[in-house]
């Protein structure tokens, strides 16, 4: 069972960890409207029309919408794994899908979406550290963020994961729409395989038991 299906039994929804929400606003001018960036390890939940926007490598990002409540969230995680591998507990959390998906939803909830409507699109994924082509991390992360939403009975309505590129997303919460672009310049691709790979160094110390290990 999930964090959130735990926590639910008890009435109590997960918390974000502390610094878990994104706080990069500015103006977007591709799209003529405020807008929040999302950096790895962090979520936006919002019921008003301001753009939701992340650029990804092997990190996925699950846009989820209720468009009838007008409620929508994004989230950028770096690794598969549920936060209980994390021996330091959950500070940092939230770069691990589990419970940044579980956060995700449990702050639309909060935010006055309904379960039943809930819609997903999920995107990420790429194979563009090749220095840890053996860990796999692109394929892991979205292989577990489309089992994690079938569990959970959240429709998948539009992906986009794995390849080769790089990718900015763009989340339109009014209407749930999601814009995808590739990155297909040197300057794009090494400037995320380098913020990528040293966040991963940073991260982990070690691989074994099929898991990394923080």
Not at 46 to 63: F, I, K, N
Not at 114 to 134: E, P
Request: hydrophobic share 45%; glycine share 10%; net charge positive.
């Amino acid at each position: 069972m999930t964090i959130t299906g735990l926590l639910q039994e008890k009435g109590k929804p997960p918390a974000a960890a502390p610094g878990a929400v994104a706080t990069h606003h500015y103006f977007d001018r591709d799209f003529d409207c405020t807008a929040v960036k999302l950096l790895p390890a962090e979520y936006y939940v919002t019921d008003a029309g301001v753009l939701l926007t992340t650029v990804l490598g092997s990190c996925v990002a699950a846009c989820i919408t209720d468009v009838e409540a007008g409620v929508a969230g994004m989230n950028h995680f770096m690794l598969p794994d549920d936060a209980e591998a994390d021996p330091r507990g959950q500070v940092e959390s939230m770069r691990y899908g589990g419970y940044a998906m579980d956060v995700l939803i449990a702050e639309m909830l909060r935010a006055g979406a309904r379960r039943d409507r809930l819609k997903a699109k999920v995107f990420g994924g790429a194979a563009v550290l090749a220095n840890m082509t053996m860990l796999n991390i692109g394929g892991r992360n979205a292989d577990f963020v489309l089992r994690y939403l079938e569990r959970q009975r959240i429709a998948v309505v539009a992906q986009d994961l794995r390849g080769l590129h790089a990718r900015r997303v763009c989340l339109l919460p009014a209407s749930g729409k999601a814009v995808v672009r590739k990155l297909r310049s040197q300057v794009d691709i090494q400037a995320v395989q380098r913020d990528e790979g040293e966040l991963l160094r940073r991260w982990s110390a070690a691989y074994g038991n099929g898991k990394l290990i923080a």
